[in-house]
Nanobody, 121 residues
């Protein structure tokens, strides 16, 4: 079992910055993709950014040029640096990973509990 714990959410004014962090722990054999998703009230959960084990990144259009995802494989952490925040970025942000717990196991999705990001206008 893999556990993900997020930190770093909060309230910020439009144009400000926040840094989200997520740490993976538990029984981990391999962590593949790590990423961030978000869900605003009344909307479906959506991709923000992902990063592969080799560092290949993928961003939602809304996040490009404003957000930066990075990871530390040794520490099993993933970070999302969010700059130039807008009110429409307000959402609960969830950490996600595709990981295996044992050498013979298959990859599965794991989710953190979410952290609230609120951007005021």
């Amino acid at each position: 079992q893999v556990h993900l714990v997020e930190s770093g959410g909060g309230l910020v004014q439009a144009g400000g910055s926040l840094r989200l962090s997520c740490a993976a722990s538990g029984t981990i054999f391999r962590i593949n993709v790590m990423g961030w998703y978000r869900q605003a009230p009344g909307k479906q959960r959506e991709l923000v950014a992902t990063i592969s084990g080799g560092g290949v990144t993928n961003y939602a259009y809304s996040a490009k040029n404003r957000f930066t995802i990075s990871r530390d494989n040794a520490k099993k952490t993933v970070t999302l640096q969010m700059n130039s925040l807008k009110p429409e970025d307000t959402a609960v942000y969830y950490c996600n990973t595709l990981a295996t717990s044992t050498p013979w196991g298959s990859s599965r999705d794991y989710w953190g509990q979410g952290t609230q990001v609120t951007v005021s206008s």
